[in-house]
């Protein structure tokens, strides 16, 4: 469960247009735009496995927390499992949130 402060912060996220989601998302981990992705515990086991590889691949830092509702809420989207965050500031205390 991702806490009120995480999901506000991906909200301002997404309203500074600091927010990568749905296809779009893949291809900003391979050029190396998104600083941190956030995948949802509700994902299927091939969408995880797909986007933990790329992203360790590319050494970007994931984590895999929340439902799909949170993380859509939070961003004002419908059926988003992952999202990708474009802003090294907002990545760093979505971090912090978390716990590392």
């Known amino acids: ?3 009120n402060d995480v999901l506000s912060l991906l909200g301002l996220a997404m309203r500074a247009r600091k927010i990568s989601h749905g296809e779009v998302l893949y291809n900003d981990i391979r050029h190396r735009r998104v600083y941190l992705v956030i995948i949802s ?6 969408t995880k496995k797909k986007l933990t ?7 970007i830092d994931y984590h895999i927390i929340g439902c799909t509702d949170e993380i859509s809420k939070a961003i004002g989207k419908d059926n988003r499992v992952a999202v990708g965050i474009k802003d090294r500031g907002f990545a760093n205390s979505v971090k912090l949130k978390l716990g590392g």
């Open 53 to 59: 590889d790329k992203c360790t691949y590319y050494h």
């Open 41 to 46: 515990e509700e994902a299927s086991d091939n």
């Open 1 to 3: 469960m991702l806490s």
